[in-house]
């Protein structure tokens, strides 16, 4: 049972990383390489299995104990159902039997936001809690719930979409087509839409000499300096983050957020605005013993939690023989 390993895969619209995954969460090699997702879903998928062959070419086909794939879009037994706007053709892409027959090696897909919520479950700071919610910035906002110590994926796999519940009801519209969603505020776009306003207001701000280039990024080095409009901008997204999950936290009652993402390596500049706005809006005793921290794994949790697909089945297994045992 220690012996073997799992390939790791987290597919994203610009890279695919890959790994080889010990059973304790041990990355031992890593490699990644272009989705080329413009290309359309045949080219990806062989660009996938050109990095799952490289990673098992050295290695016994009996010391690979599965593949796992986190996958954008909505995944419903191992197959792609859709939603994935950033890769081309990513729709009912069976994925996973793809993969399984070319290598005949068992094969687990999920969506990329499941996976890296796994990897924070059972790798990062996920382990010490049974309900919670791993939320991730970037250019979307997605989030994976663990509930009573598993993972909920919900009537049709996409449990989670916090960037599309709704914090302003008359507010801004959102590409999803309705109003005042997390994601208009919190997203890329609403986050530069929002520095662009206050820019005008504000012209001698550090952000103007980068104002055809900004980036989420750049607007929290800037807020990191003390730059007024940047400092204003984060504070604002971070009190619409907040409000999104006092939302999820009062209906559930959690007990820890954990917070990820490109926007999360901003750091505290960030989690503070969050944090105070969490503690605004959720109630006296969700609050008690609510924990609120920026995830440890950060970019690996998506390569882990794709593992963790592998040994989840692999625990499910050793159980059934028990029970059948015991029976
Ligand atoms: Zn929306």
Same mark, same amino acid.
């Given at each position: 049972?220690?012996?073997?390993?799992?390939?790791?895969?987290?597919?994203?619209?610009?890279?695919?990383?890959?790994?080889?995954?010990?059973?304790?969460?041990?990355?031992?090699?890593?490699?990644?390489?272009?989705?080329?997702?413009?290309?359309?879903?045949?080219?990806?998928?062989?660009?996938?299995?050109?990095?799952?062959?490289?990673?098992?070419?050295?290695?016994?086909?009996?010391?690979?104990?599965?593949?796992?794939?986190?996958?954008?879009?909505?995944?419903?037994?191992?197959?792609?159902?859709?939603?994935?706007?950033?890769?081309?053709?990513?729709?009912?892409?069976?994925?996973?039997?793809?993969?399984?027959?070319?290598?005949?090696?068992?094969?687990?897909?999920?969506?990329?936001?499941?996976?890296?919520?796994?990897?924070?479950?059972?790798?990062?700071?996920?382990?010490?809690?049974?309900?919670?919610?791993?939320?991730?910035?970037?250019?979307?906002?997605?989030?994976?719930?663990?509930?009573?110590?598993?993972?909920?994926?919900? &009537?049709?796999?996409?449990?989670?979409?916090?960037?599309?519940?709704?914090?302003?009801?008359?507010?801004?519209? $959102?590409? $999803?087509?309705?109003?005042? $969603?997390?994601?208009?505020? &919190?997203?890329?776009?609403?986050?530069?839409?929002?520095?662009?306003?206050?820019?005008?207001?504000?012209?001698?701000?550090?952000?103007?000499?980068?104002?055809?280039?900004?980036?989420?990024?750049?607007? $929290?080095?800037? &807020?990191?300096?003390?730059?007024?409009?940047?400092?204003?901008?984060?504070?604002?997204?971070?009190?619409?983050?907040?409000?999104?999950?006092?939302?999820?936290?009062?209906?559930?009652?959690?007990?820890?957020?954990?917070?990820?993402?490109?926007?999360?390596?901003?750091?505290?500049?960030?989690?503070?605005?969050?944090?105070?706005?969490?503690?605004?809006?959720?109630?006296?005793?969700?609050?008690?013993?609510?924990?609120?921290?920026?995830?440890?794994?950060? &970019?690996?949790?998506?390569?882990?939690?794709?593992?963790?697909?592998?040994?989840?089945?692999?625990?499910?297994?050793?159980?059934?023989?028990?029970?059948?045992?015991?029976?």
């Amino acid at each position: 049972m220690d012996r073997g390993v799992i390939v790791g895969i987290d597919l994203g619209a610009t890279f695919i990383k890959a790994g080889l995954i010990t059973q304790n969460g041990q990355i031992i090699t890593q490699l990644q390489r272009l989705t080329e997702a413009t290309q359309g879903r045949k080219k990806v998928v062989e660009n996938i299995a050109f990095v799952i062959k490289h990673l098992i070419d050295n290695q016994k086909r009996d010391s690979i104990l599965g593949i796992g794939i986190g996958s954008p879009g909505y995944v419903l037994n191992g197959q792609i159902v859709g939603g994935a706007e950033n890769i081309k053709d990513w729709e009912n892409v069976p994925l996973r039997e793809i993969i399984e027959k070319r290598f005949s090696v068992p094969t687990f897909v999920d969506n990329d936001v499941n996976t890296v919520t796994l990897g924070e479950k059972v790798f990062g700071l996920g382990k010490r809690s049974k309900n919670f919610i791993c939320i991730t910035l970037g250019t979307g906002i997605g989030a994976g719930l663990v509930l009573n110590g598993q993972l909920y994926r919900g &009537a049709r796999g996409y449990a989670g979409e916090i960037g599309h519940t709704t914090v302003d009801y008359k507010g801004w519209l $959102c590409n $999803c087509g309705s109003r005042g $969603c997390l994601e208009a505020y &919190a997203g890329t776009e609403g986050i530069l839409a929002r520095a662009q306003v206050l820019l005008k207001k504000t012209p001698q701000s550090i952000l103007r000499k980068s104002q055809e280039r900004l980036t989420p990024k750049i607007i $929290c080095e800037a &807020a990191k300096k003390g730059d007024p409009v940047a400092q204003e901008v984060v504070k604002e997204v971070g009190e619409y983050i907040g409000v999104g999950l006092a939302n999820v936290v009062n209906l559930l009652n959690l007990d820890r957020v954990i917070i990820g993402g490109g926007i999360s390596q901003a750091g505290r500049v960030i989690l503070e605005p969050i944090k105070a706005s969490l503690k605004r809006y959720t109630l006296n005793l969700g609050r008690k013993g609510l924990k609120v921290n920026l995830s440890i794994l950060g &970019a690996r949790a998506g390569l882990l939690g794709s593992a963790v697909l592998v040994l989840e089945k692999m625990e499910q297994e050793v159980k059934n023989e028990r029970e059948y045992l015991h029976f």
